[in-house]
């Protein structure tokens, strides 16, 4: 099962991500947070909140705001040819 090992804030609504294939890579979330239809993830516009996430095999913000590795991960890596069958077959293109 695909999980996040580590993870550290970069800048605006970026983070680098340590997945538990000891891949890494950078995601920017700017677009999904601040043009997402998802409303409750609208409230991490503020970066202060955005920047106070935990890993717990995921990014979550609280109880009740995460985002999946497998989301994350395509995220991270969406642009890498090697990949892009797998991305497939999770349903992300």
Same mark, same amino acid.
Not at 35 to 54: A, E, R, S, T
């Given at each position: 099962?695909?999980?996040?090992?580590?993870?550290?804030?970069?800048?605006?609504? +970026?983070? @680098?991500?340590?997945? *538990?294939?000891? =891949?890494?890579?950078? #995601? &920017?979330?700017?677009?999904?947070?601040?043009?997402?239809?998802?409303?409750?993830? +609208?409230? @991490?516009?503020?970066? *202060?909140?955005? =920047?106070?996430?935990? #890993? &717990?095999?995921?990014?979550?913000?609280?109880?009740?705001?995460d985002l999946a590795p497998e989301y994350l991960y395509f995220k991270s890596f969406q642009?890498?040819?090697?990949?892009?069958?797998?991305?497939?077959?999770?349903?992300?293109?």
């Open positions: 099962m695909l999980s996040i090992t580590n993870a550290l804030y970069q800048n605006e609504y +970026k983070i @680098l991500l340590e997945f *538990n294939d000891n =891949k890494k890579g950078i #995601v &920017d979330l700017k677009d999904f947070i601040l043009n997402g239809k998802i409303k409750p993830f +609208k409230q @991490l516009q503020d970066i *202060n909140k955005f =920047k106070n996430f935990q #890993v &717990d095999y995921t990014l979550k913000w609280n109880d009740d705001l642009n890498e040819p090697s990949l892009q069958s797998k991305f497939k077959e999770w349903g992300y293109i």
